[in-house]
């Protein structure tokens, strides 16, 4: 089964990353996309919006603690890769296969996608703060993921693992946040003390 497995996942991945140079327009966008600034910049300045919207001091601070959420659980999903790959490091797709390679060579494992476990914490930590706000970042980590396959620096499982490690560390953040919500609101409240929140 294992091996079955890992052969899909390699001949999914050829399929997608030989798509590579039959659309210059199409190379060129996932180019842009797959960039280590794009997506975790544009989630970056999403979370600073969602720090000061809201039209109530309740919704505010509900979508403050949403920042701390997404925070958390993108440096958590983070901590998790790392862990993952002190046991486990999988070569990248361009060390084992012939690939038409749209970005820099990556010198980290290629399982589970660490750019994808941090950005998926931040997409899917909106989601549970505010799901129509949700839908443009969890598009934007989808087409992420698809182009680092097409870009040819990781296969379809790895961008599966990311984001499967990012929704489960998502998941008990929120529980935890639950828990330490009164701290989080105290912090808050120095916050706008100091006109930060």
């Known amino acids: 089964m294992a091996v079955q497995l890992a052969s899909t996942d390699e001949a999914l991945f050829v399929a997608i990353n030989g798509l590579v140079g039959q659309?210059?327009?199409?190379?060129?966008?996932?180019?842009?996309?797959?960039?280590?600034?794009?997506?975790?910049?544009?989630?970056?300045l999403l979370l600073l919006a969602m720090w000061f919207i809201g039209k109530s001091q309740n919704i505010r601070e509900e979508y403050q603690i949403g920042v701390f959420v997404c925070l958390t659980s993108m440096a958590l999903s983070n901590l998790?890769?790392?862990?993952?790959?002190?046991?486990?490091?999988?070569?990248?797709?361009?060390?084992?296969?012939?690939?038409?390679?749209l970005f820099y060579e990556p010198t980290d494992p290629s399982f589970p996608s660490n750019s994808i476990a941090a950005t998926c914490g931040i997409a899917m930590g909106i989601w549970g703060v505010n799901r129509r706000l949700s839908i443009m970042p969890l598009i934007l980590v989808g087409f992420y993921g698809l182009a680092r396959i097409y870009a040819g620096i990781h296969y379809p499982l790895d961008i599966i693992g990311g984001a499967a490690i990012a929704a489960l560390v998502t998941f008990f953040v929120f529980k935890l946040s639950k828990l330490v919500?009164?701290?989080?609101?105290?912090?808050?409240?120095?916050?706008?003390?100091?006109?930060?929140?």
């Open 80 to 101: 998790a890769v790392l862990v993952i790959n002190i046991f486990y490091s999988r070569a990248r797709p361009f060390i084992d296969h012939d690939v038409n390679l």
């Open 23 to 44: 659309s210059h327009l199409v190379d060129e966008i996932v180019t842009l996309i797959v960039s280590d600034y794009l997506v975790p910049a544009g989630l970056g």
């Open 181 to 197: 919500r009164p701290l989080l609101t105290g912090v808050l409240r120095i916050g706008r003390i100091l006109c930060l929140a």
